[in-house]
């Protein structure tokens, strides 16, 4: 692929990233893999690579305004939440610690095995459980995100799978 046509398929993809917080693996991976003729297992380390890439700068952005709820991210990484939801949870009042945890795992292994869903089921989760601000809402996914795909890539970045 014309390094050109690599520096234009990565822009739309970061704008679409920094629009949206998706976009990395479900735009990315299928076009290394159709227009860059790679293997999927290489698709998917590049595209988590590219991922953390732009989740990092995007996180420190939206952090840096004050779109971030830490809070939920280390709830779905999991840890310990503290109370203070921007308004009334999904699931408010109830135990959910066991759903949370389980749905934390399910988003991780599929952002693994794809690179697909840092963002789009990471969004999606946030939306049931956590009704929160557009802002907000993109901020903390692409944060969120930016944890899995960290943890995700180094089985791939270990084997080679990241061009």
């Known amino acids: 692929m014309h390094f050109v046509s690599i520096v234009a398929l990565d822009a739309l993809v970061g704008l ?42 995007g996180s420190w952005s939206f952090f840096r ?29 109830k135990k959910f610690e066991g759903l949370l945890i389980l749905i934390g795992f399910v988003v991780g292994a599929v952002v693994s095995t794809t690179s697909i869903g840092s963002g789009a089921l990471v969004i999606s989760v946030l939306v049931i459980l956590f009704p929160l601000r557009a802002g907000t809402l993109v901020g903390t996914s692409v944060v969120t995100g930016l944890v899995l795909i960290a943890v995700s890539s180094l089985p791939y970045a270990a084997m080679g799978n990241i061009d």
């Open 65 to 93: 305004r004050g779109l971030v709820r830490l809070e939920l991210i280390k709830r779905l990484v999991p840890h310990r939440l503290r109370p203070g939801i921007e308004r009334r949870a999904f699931f408010a009042g």
């Open 16 to 57: 679409v990233i920094g629009l949206t917080g998706e976009g990395s693996g479900s735009l990315l991976t299928p076009l290394l893999i159709i227009l860059a003729r790679k293997s999927p297992a290489e698709a998917v380390g590049t595209s988590l690579a590219f991922g953390f890439t732009t989740k990092l700068y």
